[in-house]
């Protein structure tokens, strides 16, 4: 397991790290050619904007994150395990707000309480037409997650450790709305299925933190 007081000392050096970018995030990707698709797309679509929030806290001194299983709807992402985030609104001045809002609004952490860390690749997802921005920050203190009723179905506090646990890596064959008995690259994080974009969000921060929690 990851201490909390050493992920909080490596804050500094992860900081100073570039983001790895796509060629990282695709590694998860559910989707083989999806630069292509993207390309495509973004040529007769005008993206939405959001945002979602990566954001690590202590539970008895040891480093967690939280996911979010959301509700069954009629929504491309229906049930998925993902980040608390959502929508860009008109009064956001930037996608760091629209994240730090949107976390307070589905999982009840008050922006005060989350100092944001770094930024991650921003990320086109075809199927809802929204181009997402990926923050990672940090809660000092234990944190009571209050969901919102109409969006989250369950809070995931997943430890730091598993994602930086390449045995929770692997495949899963899986239907939705728009593909059909396709086999994806996934994690395994607290007997759930993380795949797709969040899957390709949480690649390129676990990369990161291998390296800001290295010796070296």
């Known amino acids: 397991m990851i ?8 804050v500094s050096k992860v900081k100073k790290i570039p983001q790895p970018g796509f060629e990282v995030q695709r590694r998860m990707a559910a989707v083989e050619r999806l630069e292509e698709l993207q390309l495509n797309t973004l040529k007769t679509q005008t993206p939405r904007h959001a945002a979602v929030m990566m954001l690590i806290y202590p539970i008895n001194d040891i480093a967690h994150f939280v996911l979010i299983e959301r509700m069954q709807s009629k929504g491309a992402h229906s049930g998925q395990i993902a980040f ?12 760091s707000i629209t994240a730090l809002r949107e976390t307070h609004e589905e999982v009840g952490i008050a922006p005060e309480q989350q100092e944001i860390i770094t930024a991650g690749t921003p990320i086109y997802i075809p ?12 809660a000092k203190t234990e944190l009571q997650f209050i969901p919102q009723p109409s969006e989250v179905k369950s809070i995931l506090e997943v430890p730091l450790h598993d994602l930086l646990d390449d045995a929770k890596k ?19 994080l607290n007997n759930q299925i993380v795949w797709g974009a969040t899957a390709m969000i949480l690649a390129e921060f676990e990369a990161i933190l291998k390296k800001g929690l290295s010796p070296s």
Do not use: Q, W
Request: charged share 20%; proline share 10%; glycine share 4%.
């Open 84 to 95: 608390p985030g959502g929508r860009k609104e008109p009064e956001d001045h930037d996608d």
């Open 170 to 188: 692997s495949s899963h064959t899986l239907s939705t709305t728009y593909m059909k008995n396709v086999t994806v690259p996934c994690y395994h």
């Open 3 to 10: 201490s909390f007081e050493i992920f909080k000392n490596s």
């Open 127 to 138: 199927p809802s037409n929204y181009m997402v921005a990926p923050y990672l920050a940090i």
